[in-house]
Each structure stands twice: as structure tokens, then as C-alpha cells.
């Protein structure tokens, strides 16, 4: 059997604080919407190319195509509408 390493962050702040550059991590699943503000609003003010590093898959409730383009445009691996 195989087993999986989790870290389980539940706001933008706590994301703030991982070293995500170390390459640790082998995908990123971020639900759009964390209690401290946007996952996307996050990563395009602060420039990150994160999701370029990491595939991230996007989970949201947000079902408009800008939102979904603007996803892809910053590197998102796929995105899923929950």
C-alpha cells in the first residue's frame, strides 16, 4: 500500500506559511473561497507563480467562465465546480 503525506491548511494565512518552493508538495487542491479571502485573489496579489510549480486543482462553487479563465490563465491544473 501506499500512503500520502497531507497537509491540510484551512486559510490563506497558514498557506502563507509553508515553504512551497522546497518541492515537498505533488498537488495543491484549494478551494476557492477560505474564510481569510479568494485562493485566486491570493495567488494574483502576491504574483505567485505557484501554480505553475505545483499542480493545483481549484474547487469552487464559482461557476462564472471569468473566474474559471482567470484560473487556467494563472496556472491551475483543472478546476472543479462542487
Given at each position: 500500500?501506499?500512503?500520502?503525506?497531507?497537509?491540510?491548511?484551512s486559510?490563506?494565512a497558514?498557506l502563507?506559511?509553508?515553504?512551497?518552493?522546497k518541492?515537498?508538495?505533488s498537488?495543491?487542491?484549494?478551494d476557492?473561497?477560505?474564510?481569510?479571502g479568494n485562493?485566486?485573489?491570493?495567488?494574483?496579489?502576491?504574483s505567485?507563480?505557484?501554480?505553475e510549480e505545483?499542480?493545483?486543482?481549484?474547487?469552487?462553487?464559482l461557476?462564472?467562465?471569468?473566474?474559471?479563465?482567470?484560473?487556467?490563465?494563472w496556472?491551475?491544473?483543472?478546476y472543479?465546480?462542487?
Amino acid at each position: 500500500l501506499k500512503s500520502y503525506d497531507l497537509t491540510f491548511v484551512s486559510a490563506l494565512a497558514s498557506l502563507s506559511t509553508l515553504d512551497l518552493s522546497k518541492g515537498e508538495f505533488s498537488v495543491l487542491i484549494a478551494d476557492m473561497r477560505l474564510p481569510d479571502g479568494n485562493f485566486l485573489d491570493w495567488i494574483i496579489a502576491s504574483s505567485s507563480r505557484l501554480m505553475e510549480e505545483i499542480p493545483t486543482i481549484i474547487v469552487s462553487s464559482l461557476e462564472d467562465v471569468e473566474t474559471l479563465r482567470r484560473s487556467f490563465e494563472w496556472g491551475a491544473t483543472d478546476y472543479l465546480v462542487k
